[in-house]
């Protein structure tokens, strides 16, 4: 009897460690980073930017060290992201032209984004920074499931306010000039004096903490998708953040650390705000990057091979950390492979949601994996097709199958043992090869086609000319 009251006792003291309250909705943050490399933080090892506010989500929670996107660009992972399916499956499968007038080329209408299946458990929702998931009205985050947008709508931008002089989409008369468009509140056109900061990462940060501060007045459940453009080029920084890598003699690296610190700092006052407003304990924070660091920004995926845009790890491999207060251990160090369709799994089976059996989700719930309650791996196989179906890759365990146009034969690697991809073991293992092509070949005949055209295609800005 002593021995059970023992137990008993035990279990009450520990269980709080591992569980939520049931009573009260966590809110989620995801802070999604643009075009950022592997190795760029601290807690992946990067030495010349210091990252102390993004590797306190990582120390304070998990870091993943195989985190995953599920596209290696930008429109199709954020794509992947938000309806926690593979794009593939509704045909999201190249950036997405920047046509305001085109009404396909956006997230078909008929996928539910994170946002709307919240919006029904009482969450309010907010997007602040880069949509690039189709920019006509159709598409609008306020048409998909957000209560809030501050930002734009394309898939890049300059980072200087004062250069922000087109109108509009529909004002745009060359190619790039979008990246010059006024950001937006709303459906509200914001002009230079609206703004509160001189530059983008700024005042994008400043509109996530306004949306905090105005959260933390009422008891209602929040999701901040807090999707910042840096480090994406163009690369702009002010002398703030240049000045802090005087040691840096690279021109462009230094404007990629100062962007990338610009970025920490922004994460650091939310986290702050967070504190402040007595909101840390009940929120859920995740941080990852689209895709993995570009060949032109001058980030750096060490030791992985490959940038965004390839299917090896560098493009699909990305800084990832998740952490919330009392439920994920701190200083978790998780090592099997977790995707960011996750996130949309893991909201739903928390906070109990039925999901659509005509759409089924692609992720699953990682939380109990990452609080040690479930073993093993997450996910049995990941899969990876590039538009056009001009590459393609599969990793099941610690084994990676990957295939390009680009090179006459296939490519195996043991990722445990060749995370840098340098040693094909495709002769040894023509058995897993079959066993890798065959899962692949499954999971692609319930794929389509890409549905709209590529960015800068169609030249869609010539009919504004006139």
Not at 145 to 152: A, I, M, P, T, V
Not at 177 to 189: F, I, M, P, Q
Not at 429 to 444: G, I, S
Request: net charge neutral; hydrophobic share 35%; proline share 5%.
């Amino acid at each position: 009897m002593i021995k059970g009251v023992f137990i008993f006792n035990l279990l009450l003291f520990v269980a709080p460690i591992f569980v939520w309250s049931q009573s009260k909705k966590p809110n989620l943050i995801v802070i999604m980073t643009d075009d950022m490399g592997y190795a760029d933080v601290g807690f992946n090892g990067c030495t010349d930017i210091p990252t102390p506010n993004i590797d306190s989500i990582a120390y304070n929670g998990a870091h993943i060290v195989n985190g995953y996107v599920s596209f290696p660009v930008c429109g199709p992972s954020r794509a992947g992201f938000i309806t926690g399916r593979y794009q593939d499956r509704f045909g999201f499968t190249t950036n997405p032209t920047i046509d305001p007038t085109n009404d396909i080329a956006g997230l078909p209408l008929d996928e539910k984004t994170l946002a709307e299946v919240l919006c029904n458990e009482g969450y309010k929702s907010a997007i602040v920074g880069k949509w690039h998931l189709g920019t006509h009205p159709n598409f609008h985050p306020l048409n998909r499931g957000f209560d809030y947008f501050y930002g734009f709508l394309s898939g890049g931008h300059n980072y200087f306010m004062n250069q922000l002089t087109v109108e509009n989409l529909e004002n745009v008369k060359s190619k790039w000039a979008w990246y010059r468009t006024k950001l937006r509140e709303n459906h509200k056109t914001l002009e230079f004096e609206d703004y509160k900061t001189d530059y983008l990462t700024d005042e994008l940060s400043e509109a996530a903490l306004r949306f905090i501060n105005k959260q933390a007045e009422n008891d209602q459940p929040f999701f901040l998708f807090l999707s910042y453009n840096a480090p994406h080029t163009p690369m702009h920084a002010t002398e703030k953040y240049l000045s802090r890598f005087p040691d840096i003699q690279d021109r462009k690296r230094k404007t990629y650390a100062a962007m990338v610190s610009a970025v920490d700092d922004g994460i650091g006052l939310v986290l702050e705000t967070l504190k402040k407003n007595v909101l840390i304990e009940n929120t859920i924070i995740v941080f990852l990057s689209d895709n993995g660091g570009a060949h032109n920004n001058a980030s750096q995926n060490t030791p992985l091979r490959g940038t965004k845009g390839s299917v090896y790890e560098g493009g699909l491999r990305v800084p990832f950390a998740i952490q919330w207060k009392g439920v994920i251990p701190v200083n978790t160090k998780y090592e099997e492979s977790i995707s960011s369709l996750d996130i949309m799994a893991s909201m739903v089976d928390i906070l109990d949601i039925k999901s659509n059996r005509k759409k089924p989700l692609d992720g699953v719930n990682i939380i109990p994996y990452l609080t040690g309650e479930k073993q093993g791996a997450p996910h049995d196989y990941l899969f990876w097709r590039k538009w056009k179906q001009n590459a393609m890759a599969v990793i099941h365990g610690d084994h990676k199958l990957l295939k390009s146009n680009k090179r006459s034969e296939s490519e195996i690697y043991n990722l445990k043992l060749d995370v840098s991809e340098s040693k094909n073991i495709k002769g040894s293992n023509v058995v897993l090869e079959k066993q890798l092509q065959n899962a692949w070949n499954r999971w692609n005949q319930k794929n389509i086609d890409r549905i709209f055209p590529t960015l800068g295609e169609d030249e869609w800005w010539t009919k504004n000319e006139n």
